[in-house]
């Protein structure tokens, strides 16, 4: 089965920019979604199809994808940030859903 | 607006089985191209997908855990349940359903999450 894999973690200080990646093969032909996740609370989308953006989610907030690794980006970055991330694809073929392992932002 | 909501025991001895039913508004899964998932998240760990349903009746499984769980739904209730059997301790988690965006592979709602611990 597919296999997504993120950097556990991830650290920056407030005002600098975060870069998450999500590598997975040939992951640029598929569609990667990207969630937030802050303690105690449900995820909830950020990024979608690659680069999209869902209403309500800053511009500060966006995404790529280039052969083996999809990356959310997050400028500006704001202590209220701070949250795991996960990305998540569609397996078309087998109708499955993949997720990362999550990556923790820090704000320093 | 789409909402779901989890429901079912808080805690279970290891070896039973589970069943969680997730209540839901906003869509109908007798709607084509509608899909209803569950996924679950260990305490301090990922999301892991368990499985997911959909308004033709067409049913799929994490292959890991395949052999241990079943989904099902009831149209007329608006209600999906998942059972997963043979619990273990390490199945302690918080449970959530979520809404699968019609013909596309991204979840667009999630309930809020029911924390099932397994325990004697």
């Known amino acids: 089965s597919y296999v997504l894999t993120q950097p556990p973690s991830v650290s920056v200080a407030p005002g600098q920019t975060a870069r998450i990646t999500c590598g997975g093969n040939?992951?640029?032909?598929?569609?990667v979604h990207w969630y937030q996740q802050k303690p105690g609370q449900a995820p909830l989308m950020v990024v979608y199809?690659?680069?999209g953006r869902p209403s309500g989610i800053p511009e500060r907030f966006y995404g790529s994808n280039s052969g083996n690794a999809a990356t959310l980006t997050i400028s500006r970055v704001e202590a209220g940030d701070e949250a795991a991330y996960y990305c998540?694809?569609?397996?078309?073929?087998?109708?499955?859903?993949?997720f990362g392992g999550g990556t923790k932002l820090t704000v320093l | 607006q789409i909402t779901l909501k989890e429901s079912g025991p808080t805690l279970v001895k290891p070896t039973q089985t589970l069943t969680l039913t997730c209540t839901f508004s906003?869509?109908?899964?007798?709607?084509?191209?509608?899909?209803v998932a569950w996924i679950r998240q260990p305490p301090g760990e990922a999301l892991e997908w368990l499985a997911l349903?959909?308004?033709?009746?067409?049913?799929r499984y994490s292959p890991s855990l395949k052999s241990r769980l079943t989904i099902t739904k009831d149209t007329s209730k608006n209600q999906v349940v998942l059972t997963m059997a043979n619990m273990d301790p390490v199945d302690t988690a918080t449970f959530y359903c979520?809404?699968?965006?019609?013909?596309?592979?991204?979840?667009?709602?999630w309930g809020q999450g029911t924390l099932v611990t397994v325990s004697s």
């Open positions: 199809d690659d680069s």
């Open positions: 998540q694809v569609w397996d078309i073929i087998s109708d499955h859903l993949v």
């Open positions: 906003g869509f109908s899964l007798s709607t084509g191209g509608e899909t």
């Open positions: 040939n992951i640029d032909s598929k569609s």
């Open positions: 349903i959909n308004w033709a009746d067409d049913k």
């Open positions: 979520a809404h699968r965006q019609r013909g596309r592979g991204r979840i667009d709602a």
